[in-house]
């Protein structure tokens, strides 16, 4: 079912995932008055669905530059994926946070990121000098 998702999520370009976390007047909670909303890229990064089992090539039986057999074989119980982010899918999210605060009244816009294990995608700042030139 999640393949659906996909698939509709990219042939309508729904980029953006829009979610509002409210506090419920009259129910006792931990915090009270919460009002905010996530904002959220949906079609890179772990969306974009670049992901393949890991396989090793192992040759058998060389003989000068004969190659006798050549196994491929899966590595069991590993998957690697690629997280794939672009400058303009970043500035595209940025805008539509910057929109959607404008057009809501919303006071106050806080990026979340990944800096601490996206190296190069922060030391490039993609995602960050594409926030401060909206």
């Known amino acids: 079912m ?3 998702y996909f698939f509709v999520r990219r042939a309508l370009d ?4 829009v979610v509002r976390i409210k506090t419920v007047p009259g129910l ?13 890229e949906q079609t890179e990064g772990e969306y974009s669905a670049l992901e393949h089992e890991v396989r090793f090539i192992d040759i058998i039986g060389r003989k000068k530059l004969l190659v006798l057999f050549v196994f491929i074989q ?3 119980g590993v998957v690697e994926s690629l997280k ?3 400058y303009e899918n970043s500035r595209r999210i ?7 605060a ?3 009244n919303r006071k106050k816009i806080t990026a979340v990121h990944k800096a ?10 993609f995602f960050l000098s594409s926030l401060y030139q909206i």
């Open 84 to 86: 794939i982010t672009t």
């Open 116 to 125: 601490n294990i996206m190296f190069v995608y922060f030391d490039r700042f």
């Open 102 to 104: 404008t057009k809501f």
């Open 94 to 100: 940025a805008k539509f946070a910057f929109d959607y």
């Open 2 to 4: 999640r393949f659906i």
């Open 28 to 40: 006792k909670l931990r915090h009270q008055n919460v009002d905010f909303i996530v904002i959220r």
């Open 14 to 17: 729904l980029y953006a995932n």
């Open 74 to 76: 899966s590595v069991r």
